[in-house]
């Protein structure tokens, strides 16, 4: 994990919480990371600072996955969806993602959906599961009573270690990508 100063890491969690693009649509959004994806993606990734960054997070994720799927995370939430009706993925869930959270996932090789598939879900929820690779912090961070009930505490606190190396290398990623936005605009 990294050890940044507690200080620290709460000024680099509240400034990738600001939303750019607050109020466009979920389109709108991929709409415009695709255009940025499109346009810079070559440039972003040869500087080194977000190259390193990607493949971070690229391990991270592969960490938090490996996790979810031993603890029998993946399971319960797939069992959930599709036997019980219920998804933790709402209808709305879509417009807290903001257009640089969907630039991270198209820097990481994710196609972002054409289309709504499940109405009554988010946008980003396929029948699959979620279309992305990074997700917000509630994404990554909450789970049910259904599923706390499976785990021990060493597990859970193994799991928020590993989710927390996730969250961490995913807000400091999306800080370099908004610092190399501000800095192009110049």
């Given at each position: 994990?990294?050890?940044?100063?507690?200080?620290?890491?709460?000024?680099?969690?509240?400034?990738?919480?600001?939303?750019?693009?607050?109020?466009?649509?979920?389109?709108?959004?991929?709409?415009?990371?695709?255009?940025?994806?499109?346009?810079?993606?070559?440039?972003?990734?040869?500087?080194?600072?977000?190259?390193?960054?990607?493949?971070?997070?690229?391990?991270?994720?592969?960490?938090?996955r490996a996790a979810m799927l031993e603890l029998g995370i993946v399971e319960i939430c797939k069992?959930?969806?599709?036997?019980?009706?219920g998804s933790c993925c709402g209808a709305g869930m879509e417009h807290k993602f903001d257009t640089?959270?969907?630039?991270?996932?198209?820097?990481?090789?994710?196609?972002?959906?054409?289309?709504?598939?499940?109405?009554?879900?988010?946008?980003?929820?396929?029948?699959?599961?979620?279309?992305?690779?990074?997700?917000?912090?509630?994404?990554?961070?909450?789970?049910?009573?259904?599923?706390?009930?499976?785990?021990?505490?060493?597990?859970?606190?193994?799991?928020?270690?590993?989710?927390?190396?996730?969250?961490?290398?995913?807000?400091?990623?999306?800080?370099?990508?908004k610092r190399f936005m501000r800095n192009t605009k110049n």
């Amino acid at each position: 994990m990294y050890n940044l100063p507690e200080q620290d890491r709460e000024q680099l969690m509240m400034r990738a919480a600001e939303c750019l693009d607050e109020g466009s649509s979920i389109e709108d959004k991929m709409r415009t990371a695709q255009y940025i994806y499109d346009s810079w993606s070559d440039q972003l990734r040869r500087e080194p600072d977000i190259h390193h960054l990607i493949e971070k997070l690229e391990m991270c994720l592969e960490n938090s996955r490996a996790a979810m799927l031993e603890l029998g995370i993946v399971e319960i939430c797939k069992h959930c969806d599709e036997e019980e009706g219920g998804s933790c993925c709402g209808a709305g869930m879509e417009h807290k993602f903001d257009t640089l959270l969907l630039l991270m996932n198209l820097l990481l090789g994710v196609s972002l959906p054409e289309g709504h598939c499940r109405p009554n879900s988010c946008y980003l929820l396929t029948e699959k599961g979620c279309s992305l690779k990074v997700r917000l912090v509630l994404c990554v961070d909450f789970l049910c009573p259904k599923i706390l009930n499976t785990m021990s505490r060493e597990d859970l606190i193994r799991l928020q270690q590993i989710s927390g190396d996730e969250l961490t290398t995913g807000f400091m990623l999306y800080d370099a990508l908004k610092r190399f936005m501000r800095n192009t605009k110049n």
